[in-house]
């Protein structure tokens, strides 16, 4: 029945989520046609230069695994034969907002809703049990970018900074815990990644890869669980591929 009920409630997030991506799109096409479809990137950085912020949407596919640290009593017990993390699949959608700093630099906060799945697989003696730990974080990247010099319409950039995550699924304060992992709620990770604009008429797109590491232990430790015991640390980790959308 509790897992009922964390499924239909993720289905929920997961389809207000798409009504707000759906919402965003129709924003952009509505908008940008009133833009010079004649715009080049050189106009568009001296654009960007006389006003101090712009904003966009961020569509993006992540996987999501964790970084584990087996418990020192992992050798001495026999129930559990090996402990492997497994990526999952999952989705973000973000707000852009960017400070300009200078010509070629920028202060990026995305604030984004992330759905994501993290996978253990447990062998044991005469079974493989797969553990599912589904999250919804609300995220808050603060990141700094550098855009390389304009070739034509497009540019490269790279970025990196601090993230900080709340699980709003969290299963820290479970009862009836036996066969769970609890994580904790809390997370903070540092992201890096690289990315390419391309300044359209209408718009500026840019795919982008990113890479996050946790650097914290989210697991909420128990020696009474059966498949907590076995651990030490759990850190996250995750190759976000995005598409942002800006004006």
């Given at each position: 029945?509790h897992?009922?009920n964390?499924?239909h409630?993720?289905s929920?997030f997961r389809l207000?989520a798409l009504k707000?991506?759906?919402?965003s ?5 509505l908008?940008?046609?009133k833009?010079?479809?004649q715009?080049?990137i050189m106009e568009?950085d ?7 912020f712009?904003f ?13 640290t ?5 050798i ?20 852009v907002?960017?400070?300009?700093l200078?010509?070629?630099w920028e ?8 759905f994501?799945e993290?996978?253990i697989?447990?062998?044991?003696k005469d079974s493989v049990?797969?553990k599912?730990?589904e999250?919804?974080?609300?995220e808050f990247p603060?990141?700094l970018?550098?855009?390389s010099k304009?070739y034509?319409n ?5 970025i990196?900074?601090l993230?900080?995550s709340?699980?709003?699924q ?5 009862r ?11 997370d ?5 990644g690289?990315?390419?604009e391309?300044?359209?008429?209408l718009?500026?797109m ?5 890479w996050?590491y946790g650097?914290v ?6 020696d009474k ?8 640390r759990?850190r ?6 995005t598409?942002?959308l800006?004006?």
């Amino acid at each position: 029945m509790h897992q009922s009920n964390i499924r239909h409630r993720q289905s929920v997030f997961r389809l207000q989520a798409l009504k707000i991506f759906l919402f965003s799109i129709l924003f952009f096409i509505l908008y940008f046609p009133k833009c010079d479809a004649q715009f080049s990137i050189m106009e568009h950085d001296e654009q960007n230069m006389n006003r101090m912020f712009h904003f966009g949407v961020a569509l993006g596919y992540n996987l999501s695994n964790y970084k584990i640290t087996l418990d020192s009593n992992f050798i001495s017990q026999k129930t559990i034969l090996n402990v492997q993390p497994v990526k999952g699949p999952g989705f973000n959608l973000g707000i852009v907002s960017d400070l300009h700093l200078a010509k070629y630099w920028e202060l990026r906060f995305i604030p984004a809703l992330s759905f994501a799945e993290k996978d253990i697989q447990y062998t044991r003696k005469d079974s493989v049990v797969m553990k599912k730990i589904e999250s919804v974080y609300l995220e808050f990247p603060l990141l700094l970018k550098y855009k390389s010099k304009p070739y034509n319409n497009m540019r490269m950039y790279v970025i990196g900074g601090l993230k900080y995550s709340i699980d709003m699924q969290s299963n820290a304060l479970a009862r009836k815990a036996e066969n769970l992992i609890k994580v904790k709620q809390n997370d903070y990770s540092i992201d890096y990644g690289i990315g390419m604009e391309l300044h359209l008429p209408l718009v500026v797109m840019a795919p982008e890869i990113k890479w996050s590491y946790g650097i914290v232990n989210i697991l909420q430790n128990d020696d009474k669980l059966i498949y907590s015991s076995v651990l030490n640390r759990l850190r996250s980790r995750c190759i976000l591929f995005t598409i942002h959308l800006e004006g």
